[in-house]
């Protein structure tokens, strides 16, 4: 095991707030002592003024690591592509199926340790990756049935994060008023025919009774949404998640679209579906929740399941703002999530929540940047299924983000607003160094394992576009 110290400038701690000349100990993966200058020393930890050569030292403000809790990596590669000309959510779905009909097991894996990479210069040390992309073009497996999950795994090993990889289960194309749809054309990568068969798939991955995959990755399971997984499917993904103890995400209520035709086809909406189905609940997280109504938050209501908000990719496709404060209120911890990849930026969506609730109730106030903060790290690392991170506190998992405090957009912040200038005023562009599980991933904005992210995401969406 590995022994470090840091020295932060400013840390933002559990119950205390952001406190001055932190002294953070961490051994291997784990911290073991976190003490601010005006704290009682611990037995532990020497006197700060002593300063060895072996503390490094953290500029500006430092946070726990941040929890990108919904991301589908491949479609970093839309990224601007789907800005020319106009269109709409179903024509970006098309141009998003283009880049999912090219990719093989070697591509995916470089474009996603090229966009994991991106992810770790902005801070995030764990990535809920929304998998879906299983199979070979026409839907025949790889000789190994788990080759693109696999690739995810060890691109986010190559990139230095942790990842729980949300194993999709996707059987129908779309929901029409005249029921589910067959997969087609690109779809038919996606299906693994039934949800029993997902599920014996998801098994052959091979992670642990705890269901983890390796240190550093962990199973999960995902129900595409109500428009790809009939009714009669959803049992067997709720009893796989269950008897691995994996968290479980499903998009619900993105667009209206999807409630219309819920409502023809079944009589009620996504949320009551999945209430009925008993899909939601603690380990469950419900992705988007852009439309749902009083009767909805009333099924959601102390479930305790999460919701996962993607402010960027909700005004980038124009799917309409989620009630966030009534989700809250219902007792759904908030987690964020950068989706489609329009920006990875883990401090644009946690802003992107409270602005989108200032311009939807005409009032300023909603959430602290304290609040925002849970979202961006404990909230979404439990949502993962990672409850021991997300926070600088002995015993919790070692991961560090420090945050520019003199940069163009940050200068002249004074201690006591630090953490509203990360949230409001900070880019990723601002995030300097960053420890995840102990190890240095980050520092001085240089990634020290993917010296070249740029070039790495050029080459690799080079490749996918043709
Ligand atoms: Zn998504």
């Given at each position: 095991?590995?022994?470090?110290?840091?020295?932060?400038?400013?840390?933002?701690?559990?119950?205390?707030?952001?406190?001055?000349?932190?002294?953070?100990?961490?051994?291997?993966?784990?911290?073991?002592?976190?003490?601010?200058?005006?704290?009682?020393?611990?037995?532990?930890?020497?006197?700060?003024?002593?300063?060895?050569?072996?503390?490094?030292?953290?500029?500006?403000?430092t946070?726990?690591?941040?929890?990108?809790?919904?991301?589908?990596?491949?479609?970093?590669?839309?990224?601007?592509?789907?800005?020319?000309?106009?269109?709409?959510?179903?024509?970006?779905?098309?141009?998003?199926?283009?880049?999912?009909?090219?990719?093989?097991?070697?591509?995916?894996?470089?474009?996603?340790?090229?966009?994991?990479?991106?992810?770790?210069?902005?801070?995030?040390?764990?990535?809920?990756?929304?998998?879906?992309?299983?199979?070979?073009?026409?839907?025949?497996?790889?000789?190994?049935?788990?080759?693109?999950?696999?690739?995810?795994?060890?691109?986010?090993?190559?990139?230095?994060?942790?990842?729980?990889?949300?194993?999709?289960?996707?059987?129908?194309?779309?929901?029409?008023?005249?029921?589910?749809?067959?997969?087609?054309?690109?779809?038919?990568?996606?299906?693994?025919?039934?949800?029993?068969?997902w599920a014996?798939?998801?098994?052959?991955?091979?992670?642990?009774?705890?269901?983890?995959?390796?240190?550093?990755?962990?199973?999960?399971?995902?129900?595409?949404?109500?428009?790809?997984?009939?009714?009669?499917?959803?049992?067997?993904?709720?009893?796989?998640?269950?008897r691995?103890?994996?968290?479980?995400?499903?998009?619900?209520?993105?667009?209206?679209?999807?409630?219309?035709?819920?409502?023809?086809?079944?009589?009620?909406?996504?949320?009551?579906?999945?209430?009925?189905?008993?899909?939601?609940?603690?380990?469950?997280?419900?992705?988007?929740?852009?439309?749902?109504d009083?009767?909805?938050?009333?099924?959601?209501?102390?479930?305790?399941t999460?919701?996962?908000?993607?402010?960027?990719?909700?005004?980038?496709?124009?799917?309409?703002?989620?009630?966030?404060?009534?989700?809250?209120?219902?007792?759904?911890?908030?987690?964020?999530?950068?989706?489609?990849?329009?920006?990875v930026?883990?401090?644009?969506?946690?802003?992107?929540?409270?602005?989108?609730?200032?311009?939807a109730?005409?009032?300023?106030?909603?959430?602290?940047?304290?609040?925002?903060?849970?979202?961006?790290?404990?909230?979404?690392?439990?949502?993962?299924?990672?409850?021991?991170?997300?926070?600088?506190?002995?015993?919790?998992?070692?991961?560090?983000?420090?945050?520019?405090?003199?940069?163009?957009?940050?200068?002249?912040?004074?201690?006591?607003?630090?953490?509203?200038?990360?949230?409001?005023?900070?880019?990723?562009?601002?995030?300097?160094?960053?420890?995840?599980s102990?190890?240095?991933?980050?520092?001085?904005?240089?990634?020290?394992?993917?010296?070249?992210?740029?070039?790495?995401?050029?080459?690799?969406?080079?490749?996918?576009?043709?």
């Amino acid at each position: 095991m590995t022994r470090r110290r840091w020295l932060a400038d400013l840390a933002w701690l559990p119950g205390q707030g952001v406190r001055r000349d932190v002294l953070i100990e961490a051994d291997g993966d784990r911290f073991t002592s976190v003490t601010p200058a005006s704290a009682p020393a611990t037995t532990s930890a020497p006197p700060v003024t002593s300063a060895p050569s072996d503390i490094i030292r953290l500029r500006g403000l430092t946070l726990p690591g941040f929890a990108n809790a919904h991301s589908h990596a491949f479609h970093r590669a839309l990224r601007s592509t789907t800005q020319a000309g106009r269109g709409t959510f179903w024509t970006w779905r098309e141009r998003m199926y283009d880049v999912a009909a090219r990719l093989d097991p070697d591509s995916y894996h470089r474009l996603a340790r090229a966009t994991f990479a991106e992810m770790a210069l902005a801070g995030i040390s764990c990535v809920g990756e929304f998998h879906y992309l299983h199979h070979q073009p026409g839907g025949h497996p790889y000789a190994d049935p788990n080759a693109m999950g696999r690739a995810l795994v060890q691109a986010a090993a190559d990139a230095g994060l942790r990842i729980t990889l949300l194993d999709t289960c996707y059987l129908s194309g779309g929901l029409a008023e005249e029921g589910l749809l067959p997969l087609a054309g690109t779809q038919l990568r996606f299906g693994d025919g039934d949800a029993v068969r997902w599920a014996a798939r998801a098994t052959e991955l091979g992670c642990d009774p705890h269901g983890m995959i390796a240190p550093h990755a962990q199973a999960g399971a995902a129900i595409h949404s109500v428009r790809a997984v009939p009714r009669g499917q959803m049992h067997p993904v709720v009893a796989w998640a269950h008897r691995f103890g994996a968290p479980l995400h499903v998009h619900m209520s993105e667009q209206r679209a999807e409630n219309e035709v819920c409502q023809v086809v079944y009589g009620m909406s996504p949320t009551r579906l999945l209430y009925e189905e008993d899909v939601l609940g603690p380990r469950t997280t419900v992705v988007h929740a852009t439309h749902v109504d009083d009767g909805d938050l009333e099924l959601l209501s102390g479930g305790q399941t999460f919701a996962c908000l993607c402010p960027t990719t909700e005004r980038d496709l124009g799917d309409g703002l989620a009630p966030a404060r009534a989700l809250a209120a219902a007792g759904c911890p908030l987690t964020l999530g950068s989706d489609s990849h329009a920006v990875v930026d883990i401090l644009e969506e946690a802003r992107g929540v409270e602005y989108a609730e200032r311009l939807a109730r005409q009032a300023r106030g909603h959430f602290t940047a304290e609040a925002l903060l849970r979202a961006a790290s404990t909230d979404g690392h439990t949502s993962l299924g990672w409850p021991d991170a997300g926070e600088i506190a002995p015993g919790a998992r070692a991961d560090l983000v420090s945050v520019s405090l003199d940069s163009v957009r940050t200068a002249g912040a004074a201690d006591g607003v630090a953490l509203e200038a990360a949230v409001f005023a900070a880019t990723a562009a601002d995030v300097t160094d960053v420890v995840i599980s102990g190890r240095d991933v980050v520092r001085d904005g240089v990634h020290l394992l993917v010296p070249d992210v740029p070039g790495e995401l050029s080459r690799s969406i080079r490749a996918v576009l043709g």
